[in-house]
């Protein structure tokens, strides 16, 4: 005696238990198969559908009310979600390091007989970064990144002197400004020295900039992780603190 599949395979697992449920004991979608492929599901299909058609002609209101809760589904799935100010604050202290470094680029890469006017340039350019760096880094909660701030200002204040031949001033906040006619008698050689050569203050300075750069850009990303739910939310626990 042969046992046919053709239409229920349900009767096989009969014996098993179904109160677990999400488990192979909990067979009832072959039942579910047998009648999707046997052609009864899809005449239940057009059989409701035929009816909710001859509603929707009937009843003008219901049919508004569906289409107005599938838009507010569709909505609901495109919808982009907001990114933290957390994490806008440490992509702001990432940006501005990436600039202080093409700054101090610029810099070291001015010869010697370079026009003034393009060298005023470029040292203005490097203070207006390292002030941004100031603002945006001070502006989050990461450690690391506030250490590293720390690291530039204590670099800064013990090249004053020379920092002060070019015109340029530690202000009592931590930031730099720019005297053009201080800068105008200065002596152009002093940039080479403090933004050219490997060991410069420049150099010190780019090391914390890049480390900055890289820890924001880091935070950033782990700040804000899509989740299942369509939102963003931030990473924790104590694998991760235990390895930042």
């Given at each position: 005696?042969?046992?046919?599949?053709?239409n229920d395979y349900s009767f096989l697992f009969s014996g098993?238990?179904?109160?677990?449920?999400?488990?192979?004991?909990?067979?009832?979608?072959?039942?579910?198969?047998?009648?999707?492929?046997?052609?009864?599901?899809?005449?239940?299909?057009?059989?409701?559908?035929?009816?909710?058609?001859?509603?929707?002609?009937?009843?003008?209101?219901?049919?508004?009310?569906?289409?107005?809760?599938?838009?507010?589904?569709?909505?609901?799935?495109?919808?982009?979600?907001?990114?933290?100010?957390?994490?806008?604050?440490?992509?702001?202290?990432?940006?501005?390091?990436?600039?202080?470094?093409?700054?101090?680029?610029?810099?070291?890469?001015?010869?010697?007989?370079?026009?003034?006017?393009?060298?005023?340039?470029?040292?203005?350019?490097?203070?207006?970064?390292?002030?941004?760096?100031?603002?945006?880094?001070?502006?989050?909660?990461?450690?690391?990144?506030?250490?590293?701030?720390?690291?530039?200002?204590?670099?800064?204040?013990?090249?004053?002197?020379?920092?002060?031949?070019?015109?340029?001033?530690?202000?009592?906040?931590?930031?730099?400004?720019?005297?053009?006619?201080?800068?105008?008698?200065?002596?152009?050689?002093?940039?080479?020295?403090?933004?050219?050569?490997?060991?410069?203050?420049?150099?010190?300075?780019?090391?914390?900039?890049?480390?900055?750069?890289?820890?924001?850009?880091?935070?950033?990303?782990?700040?804000?992780?899509?989740?299942?739910?369509?939102?963003?939310?931030?990473?924790?626990?104590?694998?991760?603190?235990?390895?930042?």
């Amino acid at each position: 005696m042969s046992i046919s599949l053709k239409n229920d395979y349900s009767f096989l697992f009969s014996g098993l238990n179904k109160s677990v449920s999400g488990t192979a004991a909990d067979m009832s979608w072959l039942s579910d198969y047998a009648s999707i492929k046997s052609g009864s599901y899809g005449k239940l299909m057009k059989s409701y559908y035929s009816t909710v058609a001859g509603d929707d002609k009937s009843d003008s209101s219901s049919k508004d009310s569906r289409s107005s809760v599938l838009e507010s589904l569709t909505s609901a799935r495109v919808q982009t979600p907001t990114v933290s100010s957390e994490t806008k604050a440490f992509n702001k202290a990432a940006a501005a390091a990436d600039s202080l470094q093409n700054s101090i680029k610029d810099l070291g890469a001015i010869k010697e007989d370079a026009d003034d006017d393009k060298v005023y340039e470029a040292l203005s350019g490097y203070v207006k970064n390292y002030n941004s760096v100031v603002d945006t880094a001070s502006a989050t909660a990461d450690k690391s990144i506030g250490n590293r701030l720390d690291s530039i200002k204590n670099t800064t204040a013990s090249s004053e002197k020379d920092l002060n031949s070019l015109g340029i001033t530690v202000g009592k906040d931590g930031k730099l400004s720019i005297d053009k006619e201080k800068f105008a008698a200065a002596d152009k050689s002093r940039v080479q020295d403090l933004f050219a050569e490997r060991r410069s203050y420049a150099a010190n300075v780019n090391v914390s900039a890049a480390m900055i750069q890289s820890t924001a850009g880091y935070d950033a990303a782990r700040a804000n992780t899509y989740t299942a739910a369509g939102s963003y939310s931030p990473v924790t626990g104590s694998l991760w603190d235990s390895t930042t």
